[in-house]
């Protein structure tokens, strides 16, 4: 069954087995993804938002929250946020149905200048990476699964597990995505599978 509630510091959704929590740290939006083991929570995704002093932000900046909730298998928490010269939106759904926690996230840069990199950075977990297009994370502990899927007009997104900075998700380099004086989007999803956890 899938539960889920809202203040205004908090975000929940969740099942027996997974839980997404949105919590206002700062001036945005963090998100952990924990499973239950053992009667107990263990993070295995969480965020790393950096600070409102960063060149760039170590993931997307959400200083916006909504709760959707579409129906008794599907919620979707929808956020929003700038920094800077780029607006940021991400839907995450969960959906008890397929078992799936699927993530849309773009970034809206206004005029032709652009970062380095946009990625959605996490700490938490073990995880590996397998080296297939799109790539395919998996999280030792819990079995969880992390897919990268493509997204039409976008070039291919990038996944990568590093043991001292986390998982980066979306675009290390940028010089192949094309850009516009009246501003570029940058579109990468991702979905985390939880029926290794049934």
């Not at 510091?9 to 239950?36: F, K, P, Y």
């Not at 928490?77 to 700038?82: A, D, S």
């Not at 819990?142 to 007009?153: E, F, M, R, T, W």
Request: hydrophobic share 35%.
């Amino acid at each position: 069954m899938l539960h889920a509630s809202q203040t205004p510091q908090r975000c929940e959704l969740s099942t027996e087995q997974i839980r997404l929590v949105c919590e206002l740290t700062a001036d945005r939006w963090q998100h952990t993804l924990s499973v239950s083991t053992g009667g107990k929570w263990v993070d295995v995704l969480s965020s790393l938002e950096g600070s409102p002093q960063d060149e760039s932000p170590a993931s997307p900046v959400f200083q916006e929250l909504l709760l959707d909730e579409k129906h008794a298998q599907l919620t979707e928490v929808q956020m929003f946020g700038r920094s800077g010269k780029c607006l940021y939106a991400v839907a995450v759904g969960m959906n008890t149905e397929t078992k799936i926690l699927d993530f849309d996230v773009s970034a809206r840069f206004v005029g032709a200048e652009m970062p380095k990199r946009v990625t959605s950075s996490y700490g938490g977990g073990d995880w590996a990476v397998a080296e297939t297009s799109p790539p395919v994370a998996t999280e030792a502990q819990s079995g969880l699964q992390l897919a990268i899927l493509d997204v039409p007009g976008m070039p291919p997104c990038e996944a990568h597990w590093f043991p001292t900075a986390g998982l980066k998700i979306g675009y290390g380099d940028l010089s192949s995505v094309p850009t516009t004086t009246g501003g570029t989007t940058i579109r990468w999803q991702y979905q985390v599978s939880w029926a290794a956890l049934s």
